[in-house]
């Protein structure tokens, strides 16, 4: 038994979907032991998929069984007394409880922090919203789309466009807006439960994934506490501002014969090595590539000399040419070629569960490693619903 | 003394650009004492501006040659008096300069000591030199968005504030196992597995069905309607997730549309994914009449989730972050008051977080030389004067 660096800290995730269970499921990684209390009819994560064959099943949705491996599950009835009580026994042995309702719904059963902390003082409660429990959007509905778009990361994704108002901007796949609300949750939550380990103080924790998308973007809203323009989208502003010098760096993606590499030569240093790597073609002595601010200025033709190169290399052999420089390249890699990745494999980064319905599936793991503490990775599957309420509800009895 | 989490954990903070400062922000708004280590020989790239006064708030900052000797030594001595240090040079830099993990916890050997890096400090290719924006793309987290049969977006900054926020985390993790057990770590962390670890729906779906993952825009595979409509003006735009038949009906009422509740191709999600053309055009011809925020307002009144797609500076001026406190004014040594970001949390009842300006190089050399390691001023004079607190 891999005991990781939580032991003895008990948590109860009464969240669904992905923001308040991926907390969680951080603090279950890190060795705290999990209860996740669902609804009886389980928790939304169970509808979202993907599902093997694209046929839903509740046992077998992809979202939920990452979200919530490595932890215990029970299925109660809040709005129901007997359901109420067994939650609050739970609770008062609870080192910390995570929720993401709609605001206000743990309160309607009478369970929510200034009910729970009568009788656990030292309870860490962490609630995460879409916007928080105070300001004027504190009963907003949003989701993943509206927190990527409101927080201003869409208009930053796609890059220039010819007609911004033909080509909207667009979110970013994979839920990130909720892994980030789970992410600043579970940064919080283990700050806390620092606190609480050296003054034995317990306390409410508020999280808005709004605010934590914002707070991806610091140096941006920095800039405009300076006065600067909101960076553009529109292709011909883009240029003008990349004229002006307000772009700071080259980079991106080239074609190749199998797919894409993304670049960066941005250092002189480095642009000498990476047309050493091209056979130093002649356009590398026009006026508009020999400096690093002619090559910024004039990025989008350069753009297209570099293409014309690339188009006739792979993106394997492209980045291996590269990284040999010293130079900042890698493969535009699909979810394939990351199972295929031998950096990955000799990490041990994905990490294979069984599970009784969905089979063995490989995981992504921890993107860290502790020298001194294994963490508890691949403990358990993500539970059955109600898998453990015999064995965890049965003993409050 | 204060009520902050981080109350009597001290820092010593070797990283730079962004990720690394990043974490070592959060830890000093929460009540640590970071120590920024820097020096002039080999500045912080993002020294000045904006960028550096949003990174490296609520810092100290002091300046150390670490690559003489006398600087590794005095580093040294700052990390026997420290809980955490915090490094993201590339693979193998914090070595040549002796402060391995070994050295590090030589001289404290409780010490948690925080490396990051792109691909990690063990395996094949850990010595692959790295930028968090191509990191996006090596590590599938980019290949998961995009508008429909196109090529890969270039992805906005994603890799270093998200590293950024999770090396928070797992500093606060080592901290309550050392309270636990005394024991300190060394943890190795690898940014492209962060990303990686943000795309676990597409990685499952291609073991499930063996299928890379189709780029949407801003449709979902779930739910309909979902997406940006345009607002008057020039590349304004509302966002409209509708999630369940409640919404639909609510949408339908916001948007004037009664007409299309009875159609039973609308009926449920899955007949208006199938019809979502129509319906986006059914839409737009609402909201093309309203200002994006008032767009948003309607439809929020009828409990349609939805917002308006910012742009950074209209982000910047929304009233939520000013309201909740997220945004506050700090004077800054330029003489003006700004209005700078704080923390995306509450703490209710507890302190307020610290922020003050950020710091610049040296600020704080007699603090951390005179009060912290106990030179004297004629010493500190002599090691300035040999470049060593430089």
């Known amino acids: ?397 | 003394m204060s009520d902050l989490p981080l109350d009597g954990v001290r820092v010593v903070d070797l990283s730079w650009i962004i990720a690394g400062p990043t974490a070592t922000r959060f830890m000093a708004a929460m009540g640590a004492e970071v120590i920024k280590v820097g020096s002039a020989r080999r500045p912080d790239p993002s020294t000045r501006g904006p960028a550096f006064q949003a990174y490296n708030q609520s810092k100290l900052y002091c300046a150390l040659n670490i690559s003489s000797p006398e600087g590794l030594e005095l580093v040294k001595q700052l990390i026997a008096v420290s809980d955490v240090v915090i490094e993201n040079f590339a693979v193998g830099v914090i070595d040549r300069l002796g402060l391995s993990y070994e050295a590090a916890s030589a001289a404290r050997p409780d010490i948690i000591m925080v490396s990051s890096s792109g691909t990690g400090h063990l395996g094949p290719h850990k010595d692959y030199v790295a930028y968090g924006s191509l990191l996006q793309h090596y590590t599938g987290w980019n290949s998961i968005s995009g508008n429909p049969q196109s090529e890969p977006v270039p992805g906005g900054l994603w890799a270093d504030p998200w590293v950024g926020m999770e090396l928070a985390m797992v500093t606060a993790a080592a901290l309550n196992n050392r309270a636990l057990t005394g024991q300190g770590q060394y943890i190795d962390f690898s940014m492209a597995e962060a990303l990686t670890a943000g795309i676990p729906g597409a990685i499952l779906d291609y073991q499930m069905n063996q299928r890379l993952p189709e780029t949407m825009g801003n449709r979902d595979a779930r739910y309909a309607p979902h997406g940006v409509y345009h607002c008057v003006g020039a590349d304004r735009w509302v966002a409209i997730a509708v999630t369940n038949d409640e919404e639909w009906q609510s949408l339908c009422g916001v948007i004037q549309r009664p007409d299309l509740l009875p159609d039973p191709r609308f009926a449920d999600a899955d007949g208006r994914r199938e019809h979502q053309d129509e319906l986006d055009a059914a839409i737009t011809q609402w909201t093309i009449l309203f200002d994006d925020h008032e767009a948003t307002r309607r439809l929020q009144e009828a409990g349609v989730p939805s917002g308006p797609s910012l742009d950074m500076c209209r982000v910047f001026n929304e009233p939520q972050l000013r309201e909740v406190g997220y945004i506050s004014q700090i004077r800054t040594r330029d003489g003006e008051l700004r209005e700078l970001p704080g923390l995306p949390w509450r703490f209710e009842g507890g302190e307020e977080p610290i922020f003050t300006e950020a710091p610049v190089l040296g600020q704080d050399n007699e603090y951390v030389y005179q009060e912290l390691l106990g030179l004297s001023g004629r010493e500190v004079a002599r090691l300035v004067e040999e470049e060593v607190i430089y």
């Open chain 1, 1 to 397: 038994m891999v005991a990781g660096l939580l032991p003895g800290v008990r948590v109860l995730d009464v969240g669904q979907g992905i923001s308040a269970p991926y907390c969680a499921k951080i603090l279950a990684q890190m060795g705290a032991e999990v209860i996740k209390v669902e609804p009886p009819d389980g928790d939304e994560a169970r509808r979202m998929g993907p599902f093997p064959g694209d046929s839903p099943h509740p046992e077998r949705s992809g979202l939920f069984l990452a979200m919530n491996s490595n932890k215990y599950g029970v299925s109660l009835d809040l709005a129901s007394p007997d359901g109420a009580e067994a939650f609050k026994r739970l609770a008062a042995g609870a080192d910390i409880v995570v929720e993401n309702p709609p605001p206000g719904s743990l309160e309607t059963h009478g369970l929510g922090y200034e009910t729970l902390k009568t009788i656990n003082p030292g309870l860490i409660f962490t609630s995460v919203t879409p916007f928080g429990n105070r300001g004027p959007y504190k009963d907003f509905k949003a989701t993943d789309l509206v927190l990527y778009h409101m927080s201003g990361h869409a208009h930053g994704l796609l890059g220039a466009v010819e007609d911004p108002d033909s080509n909207p901007p667009i979110r970013a796949g994979g839920h990130q807006a909720e892994l980030v609300g789970g992410m600043a949750a579970a940064t919080a939550t283990l700050m806390a439960l620092y606190r609480k380990r050296m003054t034995g103080k317990g306390c409410r924790i508020d999280i808005s994934s709004f605010e934590a998308m914002v707070n991806q973007l610091i140096s941006g809203l920095a800039s405009c506490a300076y006065g600067r323009p909101a960076p553009p989208r529109d292709a011909i502003e883009v240029e003008e501002a990349a004229a002006a010098g307000m772009v700071s760096a080259i980079g991106g993606i080239l074609p190749c014969n199998d797919g894409y590499v993304a670049i960066s030569p941005r250092e002189d240093v480095q642009w000498e090595r990476w047309l050493g790597i091209m056979d130093n073609p002649a356009w590398a002595a026009d006026d508009r590539y020999s400096t690093r601010d002619a090559r910024q200025k004039n990025s989008p033709s350069l753009w297209k000399l570099l293409s014309e190169w690339s188009s006739n290399h792979s993106k394997h052999e492209i980045a291996r040419w590269g990284q040999e420089q010293r130079i900042p390249c890698f493969p535009v890699n699909t979810v394939l070629d990351l199972f295929n990745d031998e950096q990955l494999a000799h990490r041990e980064f994905f990490v294979e569960i069984e599970h009784p319905a969905a089979g063995a599936l490989k995981y992504p793991g921890a993107p860290y490693k502790f020298s001194n503490t294994e963490l508890p990775l691949a403990a358990r599957p993500a539970p059955l619903l109600g898998e453990h309420n015999e064995s965890i509800l049965g003993k409050l009895e």
